[in-house]
């Protein structure tokens, strides 16, 4: 017979068996026991907290004739009835490949025929993988079901779900489980399979499961396969391809006293063994939040879950780090995964981080800081006075610049014409005016125009334009004159020539 993974074999098929969502349980059974079954619910949750679980379990309850503490009895006709492979009453549809509209049109339509035994009940699984128009199918029937239907919507994406199908469901958010509760539940199962285990190693597998009551049995069942019955804390490590405890303290020990050599070597001595960086980080990380919880915490062996020994030379650890430098290398190897994302040389990354943590820069650049300002409190204290350091002056534009900005940005905002008349023009600054002195009247007349564009909304006149650009670079007078300039040398011939002998000239 094929093995059957701890998963799928430890399955809960009562409400008792479940673990970490008693407040989802009691509602539940409370339902049953009181017979105020609703006809819709939404169970949403991250994967492996028991939302399928339930379903079915709640899908029998319902329909057992006898239920015990509101579960499903398993020996009742109907329960017996359920358990055959050819009965309807519990309908099960994975949305994620069956997600068409032709799909929920089939539901609609066998969902008027009576049920064998108390209820038809629709468990429909990562239901937000649905379609638009497959949700606008479903609404009217979940909305106005017949009485001996239930709908069981579950999902891991609940904002996916659109709000007219959750308004009309009952909704329950299930939790993460406890790594207490995993703990628990991870130890009875090898009591009953008689696998040895060290305490410890269970501790690690509820951690690496991270909720997940799923994922914990997972990885057990490799943890099995690998130990061969005997499952020690190293043996799991391996399995995690995480990074041993003593790598991890000689790592932090390194970066304590500044040894970048024997930082270096290390990180090349654990690529070498094929360990990843990004896993190193995390591990890193989780090392040093477990010192300063060592260092903070009375009852830090219950916090965190770690070996005797290795719970001993953290906390000894603890004496040579502070807690600032320790939420500095935190804050530090946090900040890699958003590197890691974006580049493929996660080892340099890496690298990097660790000698900067090493030579302890930032805490140099503080160090520096505080012994400037202790100086400067000493001299104060002994009747030295500090002067303030003397403010300079506002630096202001040359008045071309100043001109020439504004040409720029009336070209900037589609302002061409304008831009060309505000060329060769002459400008003058006084302490309170920037005067432009433009020759040309026609341009004189473009630049001071204050009149609006026909058949335009809400449109600036050129003056308005020129004066909002120039208020948000001075706060003086703007002046735009005409002044004509004549050239002398051109126009007293000109001039003779008109008027001849009758024009005298000095």
């Not at 903070?296 to 004496?319: F, I, M, Q, R, S």
């Given at each position: 017979m094929a093995y059957t993974s701890l998963y799928r074999k430890y399955r809960p098929n009562t409400f008792s068996k479940v673990i970490g969502q008693d407040h989802v349980v009691k509602t539940l059974v409370n339902q049953i026991t009181s017979n105020t079954v609703g006809h819709a619910y939404v169970f949403t949750g991250t994967r492996g907290t028991g939302k399928t679980s339930v379903a079915k379990i709640f899908a029998k309850a319902v329909n057992c004739l006898e239920p015990v503490n509101g579960s499903p009895c398993g020996k009742c006709k109907n329960c017996l009835d359920l358990a055959l492979d050819g009965n309807f009453d519990i309908i099960e549809l994975d949305a994620a490949s069956n997600n068409g509209v032709d799909q929920i049109r089939d539901i609609v339509d066998q969902v008027n025929y009576n049920p064998i035994g108390k209820y038809k009940v629709y468990i429909i699984d990562e239901v937000h993988m649905l379609t638009k128009s497959a949700f606008n199918a479903l609404l009217k029937t979940l909305e106005e079901p017949p009485k001996h239907a239930i709908f069981i919507l579950a999902t891991t994406e609940v904002n996916m779900v659109p709000a007219t199908i959750l308004s009309r469901c009952l909704r329950f958010d299930f939790r993460l489980v406890s790594t207490k509760l995993l703990v628990e539940h991870v130890s009875k199962i090898f009591d009953e399979e008689t696998i040895k285990y060290e305490p410890a190693a269970v501790e690690l597998i509820a951690q690496a499961g991270k909720g997940s009551v799923r994922d914990t049995l997972s990885i057990a069942d490799m943890c099995i396969s690998y130990c061969m019955g005997d499952i020690t804390y190293n043996g799991v490590l391996e399995v995690l391809g995480a990074n041993d405890p003593e790598?991890?303290?000689?790592?932090?020990?390194?970066?304590?006293?500044?040894?970048?050599?024997?930082?270096?070597?290390?990180?090349?001595?654990?690529?070498?063994?094929?360990?990843?960086?990004?896993?190193?980080?995390?591990?890193?990380?989780?090392?040093?939040?477990?010192?300063?919880?060592?260092?903070?915490?009375?009852?830090?062996?219950?916090?965190?879950?770690?070996?005797?020994?290795?719970?001993?030379?953290?906390?000894?650890?603890?004496?040579?780090?502070?807690?600032?430098?320790?939420?500095?290398?935190?804050?530090?190897?946090?900040?890699?995964?958003?590197?890691?994302?974006?580049?493929?040389?996660?080892?340099?990354?890496?690298?990097?981080?660790?000698?900067?943590?090493?030579?302890?820069?930032?805490?140099?650049?503080?160090?520096?800081?505080?012994?400037?300002?202790?100086?400067?409190?000493?001299?104060?204290?002994?009747?030295?006075?500090?002067?303030?350091?003397?403010?300079?002056?506002?630096?202001?534009?040359?008045?071309?610049?100043?001109?020439?900005?504004?040409?720029?940005?009336?070209?900037?905002?589609?302002?061409?014409?304008?831009?060309?008349?505000?060329?060769?023009?002459?400008?003058?600054?006084?302490?309170?005016?920037?005067?432009?002195?433009?020759?040309?009247?026609?341009?004189?007349?473009?630049?001071?125009?204050?009149?609006?564009?026909?058949?335009?909304?809400?449109?600036?006149?050129n003056r308005e334009v020129i004066n909002e650009i120039f208020s948000g670079i001075s706060n003086k007078k703007l002046d735009i004159v005409c002044e004509v300039k004549v050239n002398k040398d051109t126009a007293l011939p000109y001039v003779k020539e008109m008027f001849g002998n009758r024009l005298n000239t000095k």
């Open positions: 790598t991890i303290e000689r790592f932090i020990v390194n970066i304590i006293n500044g040894d970048l050599e024997g930082s270096l070597n290390l990180i090349d001595e654990l690529c070498a063994k094929g360990k990843s960086v990004t896993v190193l980080t995390q591990d890193l990380a989780e090392a040093i939040k477990n010192i300063i919880y060592i260092k903070l915490c009375k009852d830090a062996k219950n916090l965190v879950t770690l070996p005797t020994d290795v719970y001993t030379k953290y906390k000894e650890l603890g004496k040579s780090l502070t807690v600032q430098r320790g939420l500095q290398m935190i804050e530090k190897l946090n900040s890699l995964y958003a590197q890691y994302r974006i580049s493929t040389q996660h080892r340099i990354i890496f690298e990097s981080a660790i000698l900067s943590l090493a030579s302890n820069e930032a805490q140099n650049e503080v160090d520096l800081l505080k012994r400037k300002v202790a100086t400067l409190e000493k001299a104060v204290a002994g009747g030295v006075q500090v002067k303030a350091a003397p403010q300079q002056a506002k630096v202001q534009a040359p008045r071309v610049e100043v001109w020439s900005t504004i040409v720029k940005e009336l070209e900037r905002r589609g302002y061409g014409f304008l831009a060309l008349a505000a060329t060769d023009v002459e400008v003058e600054e006084t302490d309170s005016s920037f005067t432009v002195k433009v020759a040309d009247k026609s341009k004189y007349e473009m630049l001071t125009s204050t009149t609006k564009p026909v058949g335009t909304i809400n449109s600036k006149s």
